[in-house]
C-alpha cells in the first residue's frame, strides 16, 4: 500500500515538472518575442536620432552659409529647414 501512494506521489510530482517545464518554455519563446521588438524599437530609434543629427547639421550648415552669403534676413529659406520643419 505505501508503495502505491509513493508511486502515485512520484507520477503526480513528474506530471507538475512535465507542466511546469511547459510553462518554462512559453515563457522563453514569449521573452525572447519581447526582446526582439525592443530591438527592433531600438533601431527604430537610433536611426530617427542619426536623422535628427543629419538634419540639424545640415540646418546649421545652412545658417551659418546663408548668414555669411545674404544680408536680406532671410535665413529660413533654406532646404534644411524646411527639412526640420516636415
Do not use: F, W
Not at 526582439?36 to 524599437?41: S, V, Y
Not at 529660413?76 to 526640420?84: C, Q, R, V, W, Y
Request: net charge neutral.
Amino acid at each position: 500500500m505505501a508503495i502505491a501512494y509513493v508511486c502515485e506521489a512520484h507520477n503526480a510530482m513528474a506530471s507538475d515538472a512535465v507542466a511546469a517545464e511547459r510553462r518554462y518554455r512559453q515563457m522563453l519563446v514569449a521573452t525572447r518575442s519581447y526582446e526582439l521588438r525592443m530591438l527592433l524599437a531600438q533601431e527604430k530609434v537610433r536611426r530617427l536620432k542619426d536623422r535628427v543629427d543629419m538634419l540639424v547639421n545640415l540646418a546649421l550648415d545652412e545658417a551659418t552659409t546663408s548668414g555669411a552669403g545674404s544680408q536680406d534676413g532671410d535665413s529660413n529659406s533654406g532646404t534644411g529647414l524646411a527639412l526640420l520643419r516636415l
